[in-house]
């Protein structure tokens, strides 16, 4: 791992333009459980469930019950962790421009990253799937579920649910920084959500290096990505942040 993290370090002193795609396993050492991977939410139950567009249509009392307990509750608690700083510390040291995440935690603006495409949206607000007026989901009253808006429709995290269209803004921006970008850090993502799985292959198109972070291999390790550091975010980035120092 040490000579891969090394590497990484130098090919990011020789990169120009640097770009991140992140997704749930960035946040798993804040507390926050992925989707797949070990310890990960389908382990256990199917979030088809409640992540599905269908399921919050048919049932946004089960649905909001379930994002109370395996969303908003761990995000209150959250806080970035060695990944997400590791990757403010490459924006400071001027080498990371912009960061697309899968994740609707917040934590890599916490972090003091400040070019964040959140590309499945944010679970920060919420918004009224009457009138569309939005909320910030700290000052929505969850005692009562689902909660509401002042019109009386029932709110909803301003998020990507399974077979919602991403956000056009969100699309075109991220196609941009993929094109862009001469190498991409690819962390903490199964890489298996279309069409965020896409990203990492058109900046491979585009000419960029692809670097991947991820204890466990994905459907990019050895097609897309030219390597991959197995091993946690924290760990990880912390080691090519300091590797990058002494360059
Ligand atoms: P995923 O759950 O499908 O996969 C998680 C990946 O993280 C796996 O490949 C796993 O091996 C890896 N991982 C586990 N621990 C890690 C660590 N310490 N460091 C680095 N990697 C680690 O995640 P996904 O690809 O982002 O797709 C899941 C979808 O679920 C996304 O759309 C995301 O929006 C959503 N989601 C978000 C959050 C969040 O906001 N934090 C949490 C759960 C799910
Ligand atoms: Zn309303």
């Avoid at 990880?236 to 990058?244: D, E, F, S």
Wanted: hydrophobic residues 40%; contains cysteine.
């Amino acid at each position: 791992m040490k000579e891969l993290i090394r590497r990484a370090a130098e090919d990011l002193a020789a990169a120009g333009n640097v770009a991140a795609l992140t997704g749930a396993g960035i946040s798993v050492e804040s507390g926050i459980p992925p989707f797949r991977g070990k310890g990960g939410l389908w382990e256990r139950f199917d979030p088809m469930e409640f992540a599905h567009i269908d399921a919050l249509m048919r049932d946004p009392v089960k649905v909001w019950k379930i994002l109370v307990k395996k969303m908003k509750e761990p995000l209150d608690r959250a806080k970035p962790n060695d990944g997400h700083k590791g990757l403010a510390k490459l924006e400071a040291q001027g080498k990371l421009k912009t960061i697309i995440t899968q994740n609707m935690d917040g934590l890599h603006q916490a972090a003091g990253n400040t070019d964040v495409i959140e590309y499945h949206g944010t679970f920060a607000w919420q918004r009224c799937m009457d009138c569309h007026k939005k909320y910030e989901t700290r000052k929505v009253d969850i005692s009562e579920i689902p909660p509401r808006c002042e019109c009386g429709g029932i709110l909803r995290p301003d998020i990507i649910f399974f077979d919602e269209l991403i956000p056009a803004e969100a699309m075109w921006r991220s196609r941009q920084a993929a094109t862009d970008c001469d190498l991409m850090l690819v962390v903490g993502t199964s890489a298996v959500v279309q069409p965020a799985a896409m990203i990492p292959v058109i900046a491979k198109d585009s000419g960029a290096k692809i670097v991947e972070i991820n204890p466990e291999r994905t459907p990019l390790t050895n097609k897309i990505s030219d390597y991959l550091i197995m091993g946690g975010a924290g760990e990880v980035l912390n080691g090519i942040v300091a590797a990058l120092e002494k360059i």
